[in-house]
């Protein structure tokens, strides 16, 4: 596959907790989430994979921890995957949202120079982050629905699942629905040392539109991405200052581009 092809290789998979408090979300999803999708690549004319780790809780709060749907470009498969989602379960109100994340970030199989996106979607926080969140900000937070305020029984924290995805490239996008402050942090925590960040949402429609958003804003990254790649000399010798005037564009802006490319293998 030669680079031009290459770098319209997007992954993207949503990592959803589909406890019983998400059902407003996944019938969303189901409606008009991958069409939405579906429509916005093939705009960009982009090589999209989608794929799904939908997680619950640790037993026994939950006896399913998660389950994946490996990512796919055949969005008609996929749907059917989602349209059998249920909303059901869970215990106490914190739950196994750092193992959805690892597992999203460690089991799927990402394509080598793909654009990676984990984006989380739920509405409870992860267990143990207010005892994270002490150690590192020195804040207390007051969750009291958590069978695990001391960490997270897998073990993970908001530092491990991040160098997860740091590891394999991965910027995460994280949707807290409702307001619940303590799931905002922990989201925003995530999402932020990543690159991403974390937004709230007020339901399953507003959660969708903002998952296009986003894309939306990073498909736009790639089409720039695409002239810096076309301009740089096979030589591997470039000068960013020259590149910013021959697009007309920010040092700034060039310079975070031909970082993205690096990161990505084609400088």
Request: proline residues 3%; contains cysteine; hydrophobic residues 35%.
């Amino acid at each position: 596959m030669n680079k031009s092809n290459a770098l319209n290789q997007v992954d993207v998979c949503f990592i959803v907790d589909t406890t019983g408090s998400m059902g407003g979300f996944i019938e969303a999803a189901k409606q008009q989430l991958l069409d939405a999708m579906g429509l916005l690549s093939s705009d960009r004319d982009i090589d999209l994979q989608v794929g799904l780790v939908e997680y619950r809780d640790h037993p026994p709060q939950d006896e399913m921890i998660t389950r994946l749907y490996h990512l796919k470009s055949n969005l008609q498969r996929l749907q059917k995957e989602i349209s059998k989602l249920q909303a059901q379960g869970g215990g106490d109100g914190a739950e196994a949202v750092y193992r959805g994340v690892y597992d999203a970030c460690t089991q799927m199989k990402w394509r080598e120079h793909s654009c990676r996106f984990g984006i989380l979607v739920g509405d409870a926080p992860p267990h143990g982050f207010p005892q994270w969140w002490r150690d590192r900000i020195g804040e207390y937070l007051r969750y009291n629905s958590d069978s695990w305020p001391e960490g997270c029984p897998s073990g993970l924290d908001v530092d491990a699942v991040t160098a997860a995805a740091e590891k394999r490239r991965i910027k995460l996008y994280a949707l807290c629905m409702g307001q619940e402050a303590v799931t905002q942090k922990a989201f925003g925590a995530i999402a932020s040392l990543t690159g991403g960040e974390g937004q709230a949402a007020t339901g399953g429609g507003s959660v969708v539109e903002k998952i296009i958003s986003v894309l939306t804003q990073e498909f736009r990254n790639l089409e720039f991405d695409r002239q810096i790649l076309d301009l740089l000399p096979t030589s591997g010798q470039y000068n960013i200052e020259e590149l910013a005037k021959m697009l007309d564009s920010s040092s700034y802006t060039v310079a975070n581009s031909v970082g993205r490319l690096r990161q990505r293998g084609f400088v």
